[in-house]
C-alpha cells in the first residue's frame, strides 16, 4: 500500500490525540504505540474487508489450520513490513524524535504457544499470506501465555505472562460470531420414525465461544488472512443448575492458561476441554459460514474446505465433524465419513512416545458423551470392514480404541487423508518405524513436508543489517522468492562481499553483547567465536553435551592457562516445562557453571557462558542474528525436524550439528564443509536400541576425560552446585544416559576442534557463512505452505 511520510505523521497525530487526548510533547511509549497500532490496523482495514470479499464471493477452497499453539512474536513491525510501511512509518516517526525501535519494545510478546510447533504455526500464517494462499488459523485465546521465565540463584522460576493487560490492538471481537460448545450431561439416541437415529441431550454444560480474529497480513500483496483464537464465557441464559461460581469459575478457565509443557502428554480433563473447545467452535463457525454466506451444499463441503490437525491436539476435528455432519446437518454416516476423510489432514510432530496424547475411555464418555459414541462406531465400522480384509493384529495394531485409551494419533491417520513428518528422516521413521502399521494399511495418505521458516520475520526484520548487504549485492528479488539468495554464490571469492558479511555478523554481536551487558551483566569478548543453543530445554535436544564439552575447555584452560584458544561466548536460551525437574536441574547446573567461569580470573576473556533469561520470540530475533555458531546437537532420531536450526542458516551462522531432523536437509542444501557433523546416525542409534548393548558407565570409567568432568558434577569443583549436579551425574553413570551423550561426547569434541581451526581463518569462515545464506532458499515456509497447498489441501493462491 502507498502511504507518503506527511499522510502517515498527519494520521498518526491526529490519532494519538483522538485516541488520547495527548499530543507528542506528553505522549508515553505506550500511548504511541496504541496510536501507531491504531494506524496501522486503519490502513489494513479496508484490504481485510475486501480480501474476505473476494474469497466469498469466488468461493475459493481455504484451509484452517488448526493448532493448540502459535507463537507470533510482536505484530507491529511484521505487519509495518508486509504493509511495505517499515520505512515511511520509521521515517516518519523519526521526525517526530520518536524511534520505533523503542516503540515496538511495548508490545508484548503474543506468546500462546511452547516452542517448534506453535512458532511453526506462526511461520505457516505469515507465509500462507505472503504466497496469497487462503488459509487460517484456530485456536485458543489464552488470557495467560507462555509462563515469563525467571533465574533465581541459578533456577528457573515460573511468573505469569499476562499480555493483555494493556489490550490487544490487533484483534477483533466478533461477538456476533460467537457459537455454543457443550460438555458433559446425557445423550441417548431415538429412531425419529425415517429409520434416522437423533441425539436427544439433557443436563448439559453450555459455555459459550467467542471469536477474535487476528489479521495475518501478507507481504506486499493484497491478501488477508485471519487467525481466529476463542475465549469461553458463561452464556447469557444459563439452566439453574448451572447458575453457581463453580461453573462459571470453570468456564473462565478453559482460555486462561496454556499448557506449558510441550513434550509430554498431561492427561488432565482440562486439556481436553481445551481441545474439544477449539475444535467445536471453530468448526462449528466455518460451517455457519459455508452454510449461510456462502450457501454452499454441505454434503460437496470438502471441495470448500481444508481443515489441518496440528499435532494430535485438534484431532477431536475428526468425530466433531462427523458430529456436525451427521447430527447438525442431516447427511448419512457413509458420506460425512467420506467427507471427513477428504477434509482432514494431519501433522506429526514428534516420536517422543511420552508425548503421545491417549485419553481415557471413561473420560472422553464423561466429559462428551456424543463424541464418545461417535468415535466408539467410526472405531466399530473400521473394525468390521478391515477384518476379513488385512487380518487381527494390524487392525488391533491400528485401532483407536485400545486398552481402555482413545489413541489420537490413531484418530488423527484414520480420519483423514494425509499424514506427514516434518522432514525426510521423521517421515520416513513415521513410515517404517514408528507407524508402520498405519503405514502398510494406508499407504498413499503418508508423505513428507519438511518445515520452512518465514524468512521476513527472521532475516528482514531480525537482520535489517544483512538485509540491505544483501540487496546491495544481490538486489532485492529475493524478498520475494528466497531461493533467489542463491545468487549470493557468485560472490563466495568477492573480498568486499565477504567483508561487509563479516562486518555485519560483527554489527550484531556488539548489539547481543549490549543487551547481554544489560540483562546479565556480564561483558562478553565481540571477537570470540558466539556459540549458542536457543530451543526448549529437554534431555533430547542435549544441552547438556554442550554444558560438558564447556567444562572441558574450562579445565583444559585451567590447567593451561596460555592455551592458544579462540575466545568463545557460550550463550544459552531455554525454557523447561515448570513439572520438568531434570531439565529445571540442568539449567541450576548451566547457570553455575557459568557463574564459576565467569568469575575466574584465570580464564580472562577466553570463555564466557551466558545464560539469557525468558527465551521467547523477541529474543530470539537479537541473539540469532549475532551467532556465529548454531548447536542442534539431539540424539539422531529425536528432534523431528527443528526450525531455528534454520534460523541460523539464513543468517549466515554455521551449524554444528547431529545428522538428526532437518540437519541432514541443511548439511546437504548448504554442501560439504560449511557446517560441523558429528555422532551416531540414526540407524545406529536404533541399533543400540535393538541390541541394547549401549553402557555408559565403561566410557565413564575408561574415558579420563569423561571422568573428570563428570565427577566436577559431585565433588565440589562448581561451588553452589546442589543435588542437580549428582541427578545428572546419576542419570548417566547410574540409569544408562538415556539420549547418549557420553557416547556422542568425543565426536562432538572433535567437531568442535574443527569449528575452531577453521574460525582462526576469517575468509574461509565467512565463505562458509554464504554459502549457508546462499543455500537457505529450501527452508522458507513460503515453500512448505505451497507444498501443503498442492499436496494436501488443494487450494490455490490468489492472482495479484
Ligand atoms: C516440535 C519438534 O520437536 C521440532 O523438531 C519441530 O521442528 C517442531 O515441532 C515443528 O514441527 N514439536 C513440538 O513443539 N511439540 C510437540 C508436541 O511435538
Redesign the pocket.
Known amino acids: 500500500m502507498k502511504l507518503s511520510k506527511k499522510q502517515f505523521k498527519q494520521d498518526f497525530e491526529e490519532r494519538l490525540t483522538s485516541k488520547f487526548a495527548t499530543d507528542l510533547t506528553k505522549a508515553g511509549y505506550q500511548e504511541i504505540y496504541d496510536a501507531l497500532a491504531s494506524v496501522v490496523k486503519h490502513y489494513y482495514a479496508n484490504i481485510w474487508v475486501s480480501d474476505n470479499q473476494y474469497k466469498d464471493e469466488t468461493g475459493k477452497k481455504q484451509a484452517y489450520y488448526f493448532s493448540i499453539e502459535f507463537l507470533p512474536g510482536k505484530m507491529l513491525k511484521s505487519n509495518l513490513l508486509n504493509l511495505g510501511m517499515l520505512k515511511t512509518v520509521r521515517e516518519g516517526l523519526e521526525d517526530f524524535g520518536i524511534e520505533l525501535d523503542e516503540v515496538a519494545k511495548v508490545e508484548p510478546d503474543m506468546a500462546i504457544g ?5 512458532r ?1 504455526a506462526s511461520c505457516f500464517m505469515d507465509s500462507l499470506a505472503s504466497t496469497g494462499l487462503p488459509g487460517n488459523g484456530n485456536g485458543i485465546r489464552y488470557r495467560y501465555g507462555l509462563f515469563k521465565q525467571k533465574i533465581i540463584d541459578g533456577y528457573q522460576v515460573e511468573l505469569p505472562d499476562s499480555w493483555l493487560n494493556n489490550g490487544n490492538p490487533w484483534e477483533v471481537r466478533r461477538a456476533d460470531k460467537a457459537v455454543e460448545v457443550t460438555f458433559g450431561g446425557e445423550v441417548w439416541l431415538e429412531d425419529d420414525g425415517k429409520g434416522n437415529l437423533i441425539p436427544h441431550y439433557k443436563d448439559q454444560e453450555r459455555v459459550l465461544a467467542v471469536p477474535y480474529d487476528t489479521p495475518m497480513i501478507g507481504y506486499e500483496n493484497t491478501t488477508v488472512n485471519n487467525m481466529c483464537l476463542w475465549r469461553s464465557e458463561v452464556p447469557e441464559e444459563l439452566d439453574p443448575k448451572f447458575q453457581n461460581l463453580e461453573y462459571m469459575r470453570q468456564t473462565s478457565m478453559l482460555s486462561a492458561e496454556l499448557y506449558p509443557d ?2 509430554n502428554y498431561d492427561g488432565r480433563l482440562l486439556r481436553l476441554k481445551q481441545e474439544y473447545f477449539f475444535v467445536s467452535a471453530g468448526l462449528q463457525r466455518i460451517l455457519h459460514h459455508y452454510k449461510g454466506t456462502q450457501k454452499k451444499d454441505i454434503r460437496r463441503i470438502s471441495d470448500y474446505i481444508a481443515v489441518h490437525i496440528n ?1 494430535t491436539h485438534p484431532a477431536l476435528c475428526v468425530p466433531e465433524f462427523m458430529r456436525l455432519l451427521v447430527d447438525d446437518y442431516g447427511v448419512g454416516w457413509n458420506r460425512a465419513w467420506d467427507t471427513t476423510v477428504k477434509v482432514m489432514s494431519y501433522t506429526n ?2 516420536i517422543l512416545s511420552e ?1 503421545l496424547e491417549k485419553w481415557p475411555e471413561e473420560m472422553v464418555k464423561q466429559l462428551l458423551p456424543r463424541i464418545y459414541q461417535i468415535i466408539v462406531e467410526i472405531d466399530r465400522r473400521r473394525t468390521a470392514e478391515l477384518l476379513p480384509k488385512i487380518g487381527a493384529s494390524l487392525v488391533h495394531n491400528t485401532r483407536i480404541i485400545k486398552d481402555g485409551q482413545i489413541h489420537m494419533a490413531n484418530l488423527s491417520i484414520i480420519g483423514s487423508h494425509s499424514t506427514n513428518g ?1 522432514a525426510k528422516l521423521h517421515s520416513d521413521l513415521l513410515k517404517d518405524v514408528e507407524l508402520h502399521d498405519f503405514y502398510e494399511i494406508y499407504p498413499e495418505r503418508f508423505n513428507n513436508k519438511t ?1 520452512g521458516i518465514a524468512d521476513r520475520r527472521w532475516i528482514q526484520i531480525a537482520n535489517e543489517r544483512l538485509s540491505g548487504i544483501i540487496d546491495e549485492t544481490i538486489g532485492k528479488s529475493w524478498r520475494h522468492d528466497l531461493d533467489e539468495l542463491k545468487l549470493l554464490k557468485n560472490f563466495k571469492d568477492d573480498e568486499k562481499t565477504l567483508e561487509k558479511l563479516q562486518k555485519a555478523k560483527y554489527d550484531d554481536k556488539l548489539r547481543l553483547a549490549a543487551l547481554i551487558k544489560e540483562k546479565n551483566g556480564i561483558i562478553v569478548n565481540p571477537d570470540a567465536i558466539f556459540d549458542v543453543q536457543v530451543k526448549r530445554l529437554h534431555a533430547y535436544k542435549r544441552q547438556l553435551l554442550n554444558a560438558l564439552h564447556i567444562l572441558k575447555l574450562y579445565f583444559d584452560l585451567k590447567e593451561n592457562p596460555e592455551l592458544d584458544r579462540v575466545p568463545r561466548v557460550f550463550i544459552f536460551g531455554a525454557k523447561a516445562a515448570p513439572s520438568y525437574h531434570y531439565a529445571k536441574s540442568i539449567i541450576k547446573c548451566i547457570n553455575e557453571i557459568a557463574n564459576m567461569i565467569n568469575n575466574d580470573q584465570t580464564v580472562k576473556d577466553k570463555l564466557k557462558v551466558v545464560f539469557m533469561e525468558n527465551y521467547n520470540v523477541s529474543l530470539a530475533e537479537m541473539i540469532i542474528p549475532a551467532a556465529n555458531v548454531g548447536e542442534q546437537i539431539s540424539l539422531a532420531s529425536k ?5 531455528s536450526n534454520m534460523k541460523f542458516m539464513l543468517n549466515g551462522t554455521l551449524t554444528i550439528g547431529t545428522l538428526d ?1 532437518a540437519n541432514i536437509e541443511i548439511f546437504e542444501a548448504a554442501g560439504d564443509g560449511n557446517n560441523f557433523v558429528f555422532g551416531l546416525t540414526k540407524d545406529e542409534v536404533y541399533e543400540y536400541y535393538r541390541n541394547g548393548n549401549y553402557n555408559a558407565r565403561d566410557i565413564f570409567e575408561q574415558n579420563p576425560v569423561v571422568n573428570r568432568i563428570l565427577n566436577a558434577l559431585i565433588d565440589g569443583t562448581i561451588p553452589n552446585i546442589k543435588s542437580e549436579g549428582r541427578e545428572i551425574f546419576d542419570s548417566l553413570t547410574v540409569y544408562n544416559d538415556e539420549y547418549f551423550v557420553l557416547r556422542d561426547f568425543n565426536d562432538y569434541v572433535r567437531a568442535q576442534a574443527d569449528l575452531e581451526k577453521l574460525y582462526r581463518d576469517p575468509k574461509a569462515w565467512a565463505q562458509a557463512s554464504l554459502m549457508n545464506i546462499a543455500n537457505v532458499g529450501r527452508f522458507s515456509s513460503d515453500r512448505t505452505v505451497k507444498e501443503y497447498a498442492d499436496d494436501i489441501w488443494y487450494i490455490k493462491a490468489k492472482k495479484e
Open positions: 511452547n516452542g517448534g510447533l506453535g511453526l510441550d513434550s499435532d510432530h514428534t508425548a516434518v518445515n528432534e523431528a525436524s527443528g526450525t531432523g
